[in-house]
């Protein structure tokens, strides 16, 4: 299960777009220190970037928002 967050902690996931449309967003995960772990296809392996990074390029340049997994009851 997971719940919306407005600031991130470790392992909380991120959803980058061209757009503030979640459909097709790029995932990745907060690391820690504005770093973001994420599958990066234009170098063709993962890759950590910072949040300046990610809000740089075009098409990840609005953060969707931040997801954490929590725990079922």
């Known amino acids: 299960?997971?719940?919306?967050?407005?600031?991130?902690?470790r392992?909380?996931?991120l959803l980058f777009n061209a757009t503030d449309d979640a459909y097709g967003a790029h995932v990745g995960v907060y690391v820690d220190?504005?770093?973001?772990?994420?599958?990066c296809a234009e170098i063709g392996h993962p890759?950590?970037?910072t949040m300046a990074e990610f809000l740089a390029?075009?098409?990840y340049?609005?953060?969707i928002g931040i997801k954490r997994v929590i725990a079922a009851s």
């Open 11 to 13: 392992l909380d996931l």
């Open 1 to 9: 299960m997971t719940t919306w967050v407005s600031t991130a902690e």
């Open 47 to 49: 890759a950590v970037w």
């Open 33 to 39: 220190a504005e770093k973001v772990l994420h599958l």
């Open 57 to 59: 390029q075009e098409r």
């Open 61 to 63: 340049r609005v953060l």
